[in-house]
């Protein structure tokens, strides 16, 4: 792979970043990124090296920086990088923290990158969370010193939270902070929820490096991957500096670089509306996305928008291209009402070329993909319904299953209503002493997390039957990636995509439905998308597959923008109703849901909700006013 230039230049000194006050670079994907970061270290590992000098680095922790300290393993591996000559200090921890609870970051950083490479263990380290509280003030003032010592850190390696922090210096931190401890905002806690098992796990402290402690490094990178930090990517690199978002302090460093992924990136000026910034390339997504944008900006439905609208709001140029705001819109109208469908099959003996889907075959071959036993339900069970109810031969498939949120109280109560069946039965007394005995954090035995995936299952084919889909249609894949017992799950492997492609080489499917939303904070729907896209990669020469169309859902964490949206299908509030009945059937996950991820509304209000929202921008922008719409788009392979 070409490396791409990430070395610093001075922000905002062009017409389309003129907004931006810090440096960054935008990539296709993390994995890219990362690869990229790691060289840079690798090259200041070397230089210092060869000046017989150490090279002092400022680590940090969390989902972002593990595939930079991949790729410098590798490199150590595969390309004799040595870590001889390397100095780190890591940036916080958990207080109070045993260093060898999996939820250290002592743990995190000899499981990712320490275990190995060849540095020396003396040349280590990390903030201590089993330091006394008494002597916890003088512990953080040595911390400091002994990076002072070493004439400061050559680097640093940031990720960053959504309230804005770097390391822990949570919202309110002073511009000129030293190593310090510090009460976790409430934001932080919600995040780290899930690698907790809950938020009641999550220390209330943490001991961290302050805002002057990471100032005074030499190099700066901040990481972000995702749509959960578009907002606090934009806050920080185009707001003002305040310490209510931490982060802008880097706004005064001289050599710092934001490295971003594209869903990180996404509400940047110049990337979210680039028409306010520059000149454009009308294609059809972008006049889409800038029409919906004008209409929400004046208030107006698309049919209202004037050429004084498109002119006064930096869109000319579009009509230009396009003529007339009438014929910019009237086409645009055209366009949003043409996704909408109460037949998500296609309907039979109708005119379809202004349909989403065909009207051939009458009868199509569905499968629904499901990362978890309830997305199938939560993100498109108006639609699942109307597939059955119209006829169509649907096939459920769950891909894992979503044994580790179902609590332990859950699995106590089915646990002792076997015990009451059977007193006897050994193994159910052995399962209900473990769960007496266990806390949420840790790790489940097999036979516990066999009793939770049943759980799950029987939920799941409670629901099915609900919605009329035969036992022999609902189909358990048991993913093996995700059977690790642990929010950690192993990567992708060609067993997990054997197991998808052998089912739709089985089914010869005309549709085919998965979950895109890539906002799960917990990774499983994105290696379960992943492991349908590769399957599909795979197997698209074979001749069914030329019939085989591809629709992604969202919902359970977040829904796709108007302008992305290829097919809507309504619902009726009786259908609305429906819905929310099948959802209930996965009982483990309501009323108090282990995995919320950063929304506490129970997962059937978001839907429902969300569902309502879709619906309402429909109207406004001029189209039919729906109880509620499910949305999807194509995806072409």
Request: proline share 4%; aromatic share 10%.
């Amino acid at each position: 792979m070409k490396a791409t230039n990430i070395s610093y230049k001075p922000a905002g000194q062009f017409e389309d970043t003129r907004f931006e006050k810090i440096h960054n670079v935008v990539f296709s994907n993390s994995v890219e990124a990362s690869i990229c970061v790691a060289q840079e270290i690798a090259t200041l590992i070397k230089l210092k090296q060869a000046n017989n000098k150490p090279c002092i680095l400022g680590l940090a922790t969390g989902s972002s920086p593990i595939r930079v300290y991949e790729e410098l393993v590798r490199m150590h591996k595969e390309e004799g990088l040595s870590f001889s000559n390397v100095v780190t200090f890591n940036l916080d921890e958990y207080y109070p923290m045993d260093k060898n609870s999996i939820h250290s970051y002592f743990y995190f950083m000899h499981q990712h990158l320490f275990n190995h490479v060849n540095i020396n263990p003396n040349n280590i380290n990390i903030p201590s969370g089993s330091v006394s509280q008494k002597e916890l003030h003088q512990y953080c003032i040595d911390y400091e010193l002994k990076i002072k010592e070493y004439g400061g850190l050559d680097f640093q390696l940031l990720g960053i939270g959504r309230t804005g922090h770097i390391g822990f210096n949570e919202p309110g931190s002073h511009y000129n902070s030293g190593t310090r401890s510090i009460t976790l905002d409430h934001l932080t806690k919600i995040d780290a929820a899930p690698s907790f098992l809950g938020i009641n796990n999550v220390p209330k402290k943490a001991i961290t490096m302050g805002i002057g402690t990471v100032k005074s490094a030499k190099r700066i990178i901040l990481l972000a991957w995702g749509h959960t930090k578009s907002s606090i990517i934009k806050d920080t690199i185009e707001g003002e500096i305040t310490s209510e978002v931490p982060a802008t302090y880097l706004q005064k460093h001289s050599n710092t670089t934001f490295i971003l992924n594209e869903e990180a990136a996404q509400d940047l000026t110049r990337l979210n509306t680039p028409w306010l910034v520059g000149q454009c390339v009308w294609n059809e997504e972008l006049s889409s996305k800038a029409i919906i944008w004008l209409c929400d900006l004046t208030k107006k439905s698309i049919l209202k928008l004037t050429d004084e609208d498109y002119n006064n709001n930096g869109m000319s140029s579009l009509l230009i291209q396009g003529g007339s705001s009438y014929d910019i819109n009237i086409k645009m109208f055209n366009k949003l009402q043409h996704t909408i469908t109460g037949w998500p099959g296609g309907k039979p003996n109708a005119d379809d070329s202004s349909r989403p889907e065909r009207a051939n075959p009458h009868k199509k071959r569905v499968i629904i993909f499901s990362p978890h036993p309830d997305d199938d339900v939560i993100s498109m069970g108006g639609t699942f319904d109307r597939l059955v109810e119209q006829g169509h031969d649907v096939h459920i498939a769950y891909q894992t299953s979503g044994n580790i949120a179902v609590s332990n109280q859950e699995a106590l109560k089915f646990a002792e209503v076997i015990k009451d069946m059977d007193s006897k039965d050994s193994k159910i007394a052995t399962i209900i002493n473990k769960l007496h005995s266990k806390t949420e954090d840790v790790e489940d035995i097999k036979a516990i997390r066999i009793l939770k995936g049943l759980i799950r299952k029987r939920e799941s084919l409670a629901a099915t039957r609900f919605l009329g889909v035969p036992d022999k249609n609902v189909h358990f894949l048991n993913l093996p990636f995700y059977e690790t017992g642990t929010i950690k799950k192993h990567p992708m492997g060609k067993i997990d995509v054997d197991i998808v492609a052998n089912l739709i080489t089985k089914i010869k499917p005309h549709q085919i439905y998965a979950a895109g939303d890539l906002a799960d904070p917990h990774g499983t729907h994105k290696v379960c998308l992943d492991t349908i896209f590769t399957a599909l990669e795979n197997l698209k020469h074979e001749d069914y597959m030329n019939d085989c169309w591809v629709w992604l859902y969202r919902g359970a964490w977040h829904e796709w923008d108007i302008h992305q949206i290829d097919m809507a299908v309504p619902m009726s509030p009786d259908q609305v109703l429906k819905k929310r009945k099948a959802i209930f059937f996965h009982q483990s996950q309501k009323d108090g849901v282990m995995f919320q991820g950063n929304d506490t509304r129970e997962f059937w209000v978001r839907a429902e909700e969300r569902n309502n929202e879709t619906a309402q921008k429909y109207h406004k922008l001029g189209l039919a006013d729906y109880a509620a719409l499910e949305a999807f788009k194509r995806y072409y392979y």
